[in-house]
């Protein structure tokens, strides 16, 4: 319903992340308080309101945290779009929530949402839309697809794509920090979102998981063709990553690879996590097990012959102590002779060295 062309940095936001602040429930939001560039002025959950995020969950944002949206409305700041930060388990709305919608409709603002249910088709809240505002449901498929024919491989700019050991382990933060370091260094880095959170973060993409499979591809062919538009050999497009090899439950990578081209791999792994999450009996590959995988798949069906690499190891370190990440990383570092480092802890510039260092295709 009225879905907007651009979801533009000019528009200010309120986060509903009703008991998220402190879960993964809450990753969309939380990725957007720290990589959002819309100025967020308030995160609505009940659980948390009136404390600070930096106490709440270690991101160091100056927007207040109230009990509803009727007090983030209270503070004057006059937000545009209400923005569902919340992956709530079945994909629905929680009731308290659903109020918080209703009322950001009612006050004239819009609404983001990035789970599978759609709000605009509820006619209970399509009715409370007010002129000029809109309901964006961004988990849809995109129009006029086509089915992938490795049409990407001609690009002349470097492809990166961020691969997973596990689901959730932080393929799209890797992505934004590596987007941010290269931007320090005046370099065209351009990032392709596939999910709610980096699509919500870029405000372009394409939601992967709402694509049928046959067309998946292509759909990842055709934002990455997009991303491209205009750029040259010292350009790099950053592809977020989906799921993992090692989940049962997860088919994504296929697609991200096909899609994609790439000509560089980073792999993200969380550092001490030996199992898929959820799923004791099925222990992580090691390593260097799971690189070669990758590698092979990555050089099956592409026409210009190369084979790419993971160059680096982006470590997810949140759990661990300075101490005890420091560890991890050296000793996954010995284990695959790859660069290991953790990007949103220390900063994303000896991933993009080893990147920038590195000759497509080549060992």
Known sequence: MGNPAVFTADQSLVLLLHGGTTNLSGKTGLAMLRYSRNPIVAVVDPEQAGRSLAVICGIDHPAAVVASLDEALALGMAPDVAVIGLAPSGGQLPEPMRRDVAAALAAGLSV????HSRLGDDPELAALVQPGRWIWDLRQEPKALRVAAARAAALPCRRLLAVGS??????????????????????????VGTGQAGILISGSGVALDAVRVDYAAGAIEAAVLEAATGAGPESWILVEGQGSLAHPGSTATLPLLRGSQP?????????????????????????PELISAVEALAALARPDGLRPRVRAIALNTALLTVAAAEQARGEIAAATGLVCHDPVRDGAAPLLEALLAAEPGLP
């Open 112 to 115: 983001a949402n990035g789970l």
């Open 166 to 191: 596990d689901m959730a382990v932080g393929k799209m933060s890797a992505c934004l920090e590596l987007q941010l370091e290269a931007r320090r260094r005046d370099l065209d880095a351009r990032f």
């Open 263 to 287: 000509t560089e791999l980073l792999l993200v792994h969380r550092a001490g996590q030996r199992h898929i999450k959820g799923l004791e009996q099925l222990p992580i590959p090691p390593l």
